[in-house]
């Protein structure tokens, strides 16, 4: 603790060092991620009057060596008095756009190389300003012809090892992420962005490579309706300060599923393809992926297991969030951790969830409230008919019993079977017990998807007080959990 602090007239002087334009550099993102850097500043410079174009050219030499990188767009254009802030580390920062902390551009300029040179044109002006130098202090602009009404050209040479150079890593492995991040821009139907990339020869300027990156959006599998289709979709989740929506769902889990929805199964390099290291939900602010396959990582469950593999969908943060200053993780506040905590219990069916039901999502075997009573009660009544170990004569449905307003809904062999799609209470048990009674029916069952602890207290009270046998069994134990065939679909839906 210091104490008996004295004002002096001694200064030091604390001068901004220029080296920041190298350090910012040295960041954890990934080839990729420095690319989405510039494309999200295009995105916030986006004119509305027209529809974004993006063209990332990359210039190699004949021994495929990356020479020079070019980024350009035809959005706005950065405003004259606005070029010198845009340069100086974080000058700029705001929380409701893609422009944050006033970082990035100068982050995916160094993580990429180095500045060759930076041209800008708004719409008033004839001319585009050059900058040619990322450093503090006066520097001397130039103009030069530019061949868009306006818009933004950065070049970076001396390019780093990061750069991608092969065709087939960039099929691969950007584009589909680029067109899975930036879906929201590039719907068919409302197209707001064209993204382009191509490779070029720096010697011959003749095209080597070129692609289109188009929307990459994930597959479900919806159990019921057997559609592309999430189990919950956009369901809207608030708390102090921050609103998020959240979407939920399956991704088919064989080539059949895939077959059924008219779809190709994804190759092994694909985004969504069903595997462990691409389980979970994708993150989403201002309208792009920050994060994609988070599950274990946001702690929604503990640790990856193949049950989860077909785990989709996204997280799509709307209001009181922000991002790190590097934008692969958002910062782990209060209203994110509370999102997250909401998003998990609901997942897991400790908390209410859409229709106010409660359900665990994560467990992905069987969807419980996702099959109809009736076909559940008929495939058990298949399955008392022939399995082969206590095989039933005598099974009815539905079966009155005499005098009381009331159906079994299942009599087989003198045996009462009742259903419950979901948990089963104290007055579930009764109600069995009292189609027992007055039907004389010495052994019942009561199946359900759990039981609540009254269920339990109800059903040792009969059992000890009478002279019956009633026992609750678990309706996992019974081979009729599985997802609806397609006659069944249209049988029972
Ligand atoms: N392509 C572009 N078109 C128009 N303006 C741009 C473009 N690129 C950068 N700018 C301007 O330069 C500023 C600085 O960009 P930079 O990416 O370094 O930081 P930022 O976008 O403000 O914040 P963040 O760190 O979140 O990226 C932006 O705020 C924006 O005003
Ligand atoms: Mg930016």
Redesign the pocket.
């Known amino acids: 603790m210091i104490s008996n602090i004295t004002p002096t007239n001694t200064e030091i002087d604390v001068e901004p060092s220029n080296r920041i334009f190298l350090e910012l550099g040295n960041n954890t993102y990934d080839y990729k991620d420095l690319l989405s850097?510039?494309i999200?500043?295009?995105i916030?410079?986006k004119r509305p009057d027209r529809t974004l174009e993006v063209s990332i050219t990359l210039y190699v030499d004949e021994n495929n060596s990356a020479i020079r990188f070019l980024?350009s767009?035809n959005?706005?254009?950065?405003?004259s008095e606005?070029?010198a802030?845009?340069?100086s580390?974080?000058?700029?920062?705001?929380s409701n756009?893609?422009?944050?902390?006033?970082?990035?551009?100068?982050?995916?300029i160094a993580g990429l190389g180095k500045l060759d040179y930076?041209a800008?044109k708004t719409q008033d002006e004839v001319q585009a300003r050059v900058i040619t130098e990322l450093k503090f202090g006066k520097q001397k602009i130039s103009l030069a012809d530019f061949d868009s009404d306006s818009?933004?050209e950065?070049s970076i040479k001396h390019l780093r090892p990061i750069v991608q150079t092969n065709a087939g890593t960039i099929t691969r492995s950007i584009v589909p992420y680029l067109g899975a991040r930036y879906r929201r821009f590039l719907k068919p139907d409302a197209r707001r962005m064209i993204l382009r990339l191509s490779i070029k020869s720096s010697t011959t300027d003749e095209t080597q490579y070129e692609w289109n990156v188009e929307e990459l959006k994930p597959v479900y599998f919806h159990p019921s309706t057997r559609e592309n289709r999430p189990v919950i979709l956009a369901y809207e989740l608030s708390g102090n300060g921050w609103r998020a929506h959240l979407t939920f769902g399956y991704a088919p889990r064989n080539d059949a599923e895939y077959d059924e929805l008219g779809l190709e199964v994804p190759s092994k390099f694909h985004p969504y393809k069903v595997s462990l290291s691409r389980q979970g939900l994708d993150v989403l602010l201002h309208d792009r992926v920050i994060l994609f396959h988070q599950l274990s990582q946001l702690g929604i469950v503990p640790t990856p297991h193949n049950d989860y593999n077909v785990i989709r969908g996204e997280i799509y943060l709307v209001e009181g969030f922000s991002?790190a200053?590097t934008?692969n993780s958002i910062i782990q506040d209060n209203p994110f951790s509370e999102c997250i905590d909401k998003v998990r219990t609901i997942l897991n069916g400790t908390s209410e969830g859409p229709r106010g039901s409660t359900h665990n999502y994560l467990k992905t075997k069987t969807y419980p409230d996702e099959i109809p009573e009736k076909l559940l009660r008929d495939r058990l009544i298949e399955w008392l008919k022939n399995n082969p170990m206590n095989k039933k004569n005598t099974v009815n449905a539905e079966y009155a019993v005499e005098g009381i307003e009331g159906n079994i809904d299942i009599l087989a062999d003198d045996e009462a079977w009742e259903l419950k799609v979901q948990q089963a209470n104290a007055l579930d048990v009764y109600q069995l017990f009292m189609y027992m009674d007055v039907g004389q029916i010495e052994k019942g069952y009561l199946v359900a998807s759990s039981f609540s602890g009254g269920a339990q207290v109800a059903a040792d009270w009969i059992i000890s007080h009478h002279d019956k046998e009633l026992v609750l069994a678990p309706r996992d134990q019974f081979p009729i959990n599985h997802s609806p065939s397609t006659s069944e679909r249209e049988e029972y839906y």
Do not use: F, R
């Open positions: 850097e510039l999200d500043n295009a916030a410079a980024i767009d959005a706005a254009g950065i405003q606005k070029l802030p845009a340069i580390p974080a000058a700029l920062y705001g756009s893609l422009n944050e902390h006033g970082l990035g551009m100068k982050q995916a930076l800008t818009g933004t950065i991002t200053i934008k």
